[in-house]
């Protein structure tokens, strides 16, 4: 249930709280006071476009609350956003264009409170397509008043799957259109590759080795003449260092204190002669070989040129390679695969046809019996002759197949018609404003029993009635308001005087400002309302008038 309303700095409001109850609350006053902003507002929290021109002028932004008893919401829960005690959704619109929005003070996308307000109020006025006018929306309201939305759900499910195996087909086929050559190219490339015999670390050691076989007479130069520093030359380092151990072994006959620079002499010149063996050995083993650069070169090219083609390493190269099998493998594996999908999409289809069919079956049934009970309502409501017709058809594609739609194979579309041997139109095309505002209550009242919205808002639902019919009207909302909370505009004293909770919108114009302001109005109070309402004054005459309307609607 809706238990609040506040609106700041809207259009001419200035600062406004209503106050909602169980059952049917009416909001009447002036022509001109201000009764449909507050409706105005209130689409706001459902999701409404929010625009600069709501600002009142003067003012920097807007603000329009509403507060719901605790609800339970898939999209709140999503969000982590408690709601077990009440819903809060507010709205802000500032001046620069700013939008903001908030339930229970977390902020939220306009999506969401979109999604949310959606389940939380439905309202129609005279000038606004509702949710009713929908297609689709009428398709979900005959599924759910004929309780066929598990078989629509389960057809959904089956479908999504039907249409990926499809695109798998389509993927497939496209392969195939593409294969022989395709298969052409793998096979070569991955022979090139498996051919080249790559390894991760070669290209990394043949440049080592083609570093050292680029420089192959300046490394014989340096490895000789060291050589000739430790053995060869005259003072050789060898000779030098036997020249320090012998010293040294005379010396340490003297003193033997001179035993451990001995002993270190010895161990360098120990590691001299073996230095002297390993360069011999280095220089001697230094050949240059020209075919062997010239192989390095070569295959470092194969490797640069794979690089080029397949990837920047070795390591990509060889993921290449891998990729290129398993496409392979799948590409010669296809027809195979293709002749499984094909199977499976044929017994798919069969399926869908035939649950399409039956569910199309039971719309039928149920659009009939909707037909009469909404038939029955507009009887109530002064139209006998009014018909609404619900149009279901089952499309076929050119072959004579079913056309397999989200929710089925049928497209529904209500049509009306107010008198006898005019034709039936399309709902939302119906001109007259009073004949609208009473197949929209109807509606509604059928509705009632499945729709799930808690609150219904109708906007002076009384255009273009008056007399007998606004009676059967209001008792129509009073019914209605027993199983819905239920806000109503209206201008109608035979309306107003059904109210659970009667609500009167003053406007109050000064010199320089407007101000709006509203009042719940009981005993008395409410009665001259009603008395204004009915003739424009007050007069003994309108109060006795409103007298009889209380009592009848069971205030008196």
Known sequence: MLRELFIKKFAVIDELRVELHEGLNVLTGETGAGKSIVVDALGLILGQRGQSNFIKTGAKETVVEAIFDAVSVASTEALGIDVSEELIIRRVVSSTGKNRSFINDSSVGIATVTEIGSTLVDIHSQHENQSLMSKSRQMRLLDSFGR?????????????????????????????????????????QIDEITAADLDAKEAETLSKERAVLANLTTLKELSEGAYEVLHKRDGAMEDQSAVVVDSLEKLTKI???????????????????????MLRRYKDNIDFVPERLDTIETRLEAIRKLERKYGETVEVILNYRDSAVAELDELTAVNEKLDSIEAEIASARKR????AEDISKQRAVTARRL??????????????????????????????????????????????????????????KIASGGELSRVMLALKSAFAEYDDIPVLVF??????????????????????????????????????????????????????????????????????????????????????????????????
């Not at 057809?155 to 259109?177: F, V």
């Not at 869908?352 to 649950?355: I, N, V």
């Not at 002076?460 to 109503?488: N, P, Y």
């Open 459 to 556: 906007d002076e639902v009384d255009a273009g009635i008056g007399g007998e019919t606004a009676e059967r009207v209001a008792d129509k909302l009073k019914e209605l308001s027993k199983r819905r909370q239920v806000l109503c505009v209206t201008h109608l004293p035979q309306i107003a005087s059904r109210a659970d909770n009667h609500l009167m919108i003053h406007k109050h114009v000064s010199d320089d400002a407007v101000a709006i302001t509203v009042e719940t109005l009981y005993g008395q109070d409410r009665q001259v309302e009603l008395a204004r309402m009915l003739s424009g004054s007050i007069t003994d005459i309108s109060l006795e008038h409103a007298r009889e309307l209380l009592k009848k609607g069971g205030d008196v």
């Open 352 to 355: 869908l046809e035939a649950a």
């Open 255 to 277: 003193d033997e204190s001179a035993s451990e620079i001995l002993s270190m002499a010895k161990e360098t010149q120990s590691y001299i002669k073996e230095l002297s063996v």
């Open 371 to 428: 037909e009469s009970e909404i038939a029955s309502t507009l009887k109530v409501l002064a139209m006998p002759k009014a018909r609404l017709e619900i149009s279901l058809t089952l499309n076929r594609n050119e072959d004579g197949s079913l056309k397999l739609l989200n929710d089925g194979a049928d497209t529904v579309e209500f049509l009306f018609t107010a008198n006898p041997g005019e034709p039936l139109k399309q709902l939302q």
């Open 148 to 188: 066929t939305e598990d078989a629509v759900k389960d057809y959904s499910i089956t479908l999504g799957r039907y249409r990926a195996m499809l695109d798998e087909r389509a993927r497939l086929a496209q392969n195939i259109s593409n294969r022989d050559k395709r298969i052409e190219i793998l096979r070569f």
